[in-house]
């Protein structure tokens, strides 16, 4: 009897106190969301190259699909239908038009726990990239350096579709995109630069995912592509945690640090709500298993 007794005890012991009295859990045993990185027009996927090098080595499974850069809602789609494939949470980031998709493509997926733009458009239903761009500048402060005449910003390809592609002219890429970064390394992004559609930036946006998903934001205050004073109106539009940063528009490449920062401050949030949720589950008595 004795030893079935000594048995029983040390059986006790053995279970966790989570799941024998239901105890909180601590914010770090929970696991960290997947991070998904969607680039702007004009990039591809190895823009975020120094930010994924830094997510990784803090753990985080990170993945970066390509952005198509066809239309507003097939590049949403994509990107939506891509995210289905990822299981738990998600913490969704946009840069530049990249912002745009994102705020369509988290839409409806109740895995996307927070929204994190980076010098990118936050635009609300019935809105463009153009109209955005197209807001005033207060006073003392310029316009972007893509809203003048087009044709002395862009080259043009007609496509079969009767859509066209636009590529930055090269002279004014690096002044414009890249005024943070060397001359040598702004020319080498205007040579490698993807094009994008002109309906895509000219497309209205849907219901957007910043109403109901919590939103953070970078704004780069030597952005001229997205001027400081559009993204300030966008960010608090959206409610978002702001975060102001010395960059230009590739500010994923100039300061990687500040923008996995602002990441890892999402995902913070997110494990605190997992952690108030299951502390709020454990009040009703029940018992939490591991």
Not at 71 to 80: E, F
Not at 141 to 150: E, I, L, R
Not at 228 to 250: E, S, W
Request: proline share 9%; charged share 15%; glycine share 6%.
């Amino acid at each position: 009897m004795k030893k079935i007794i000594s048995l029983a005890i040390i059986a006790l012991i053995a279970i966790p106190t989570s799941v024998a009295f239901g105890s909180p859990r601590n914010v770090e045993s929970i696991a960290k969301p997947s991070v998904v990185l969607i680039h702007g027009a004009w990039a591809d996927s190895s823009s975020w190259d120094r930010v994924v090098a830094r997510l990784q080595s803090q753990g985080y499974t990170v993945f970066v699909p390509p952005n198509p850069l066809r239309g507003l809602a097939s590049d949403s789609a994509y990107i939506a239908s891509f995210l289905a494939t990822i299981n738990g949470p998600i913490i969704l980031v946009g840069h530049s038009y990249g912002g745009a998709v994102i705020n369509l493509a988290a839409t409806g997926n109740p895995n996307v726990k927070a929204l994190v733009f980076i010098d990118a458009f936050a635009p609300d239903q019935g809105e463009t990239g153009v109209s955005l761009l197209s807001l005033p500048p207060p006073q003392g402060q310029a316009p972007s350096c893509v809203s003048g005449d087009p044709t002395q910003v862009f080259n043009f390809v007609p496509l079969q579709s009767h859509d066209v592609d636009l590529y930055v002219k090269p002279s004014l890429f690096p002044s414009c995109f890249a005024n943070d970064l060397s001359p040598r390394e702004g020319a080498v992004l205007a040579s490698t630069q993807s094009p994008i559609t002109l309906s895509s930036l000219t497309e209205t946006s849907g219901v957007p995912a910043w109403k109901t998903i919590p939103s953070f934001y970078l704004v780069g205050t030597l952005d001229h592509v997205i001027p400081p004073f559009l993204q300030l109106f966008m960010a608090h539009r959206v409610n978002a945690t702001i975060v102001q940063v010395r960059g230009a528009h590739l500010v994923m490449i100039s300061h990687p640090k500040a923008v996995v920062e602002l990441i890892d401050q999402a995902a913070k949030s997110i494990q605190e709500s997992q952690n108030t949720r299951l502390t709020d589950d454990d009040d009703t008595g029940q018992p939490l298993i591991t």
